[in-house]
């Protein structure tokens, strides 16, 4: 499926409030509201829209520390990996991880409370695991773009 301008102009609009009622969408791109319904379920029946969330506020939630960390494992063999993917997707205080090139395997997203907060999670959770060698923390000072959308021109 190729995207059009519409199209498009409606990811950025559910992007920007997926809560956006299919008239105000409609409104917005001046269609009527039957074809933005349409085209919405075709995005959503072809992958282009994956979910619908609700992003929340850490800070609100006592969640103001995020740190950055890099991840060395011991081995580079598959089962080092599986074991620590399989570990790191049942830790609620990361938010992302990811596979990288470069000097270290993983970089991960870490959002807790507090450094107290972060040291727990650092020695019994992450350190614990048997396949990690080494871990850099990077602790954010300033957010200076925080974005959860994704260019769609």
């Known amino acids: 499926m190729q995207l059009d301008l519409t199209d498009k ?23 009527s509201v039957t074809p933005v319904h349409d085209r919405i379920r075709k995005l959503e029946r072809e992958g282009f829209i994956d979910k619908y969330v609700c992003l929340l506020n ?3 939630l006592g969640k103001s520390l995020v740190v950055y ?12 990996f599986e074991d620590f993917n399989q570990a ?3 830790m609620p205080e990361v938010l992302e991880c990811s596979v ?5 395997d993983y970089m991960l997203k870490v959002v807790v409370e507090d450094g107290e907060a972060y040291n727990q999670f650092y020695q019994h959770k992450l350190s614990a695991l048997k396949s990690v060698l080494h871990i850099s923390s990077y602790f954010v ?5 925080y974005s959860t959308g994704i260019s769609v021109r």
Do not use: H
Request: charged letters at 30%; glycine letters at 2%.
């Open 88 to 90: 790191i997707v049942n």
């Open 69 to 80: 960390c890099n991840i060395t494992l011991d081995k580079q063999k598959r089962e080092s």
């Open 141 to 145: 000072i300033s957010e200076i773009k």
């Open 9 to 31: 102009r409606i990811l950025e609009l559910l992007q920007e409030n997926s809560q956006f009622t299919m008239k105000e969408i409609a409104s917005r791109i001046n269609l």
């Open 100 to 104: 990288v090139s470069g000097n270290f």
């Open 58 to 60: 850490r800070r609100k």
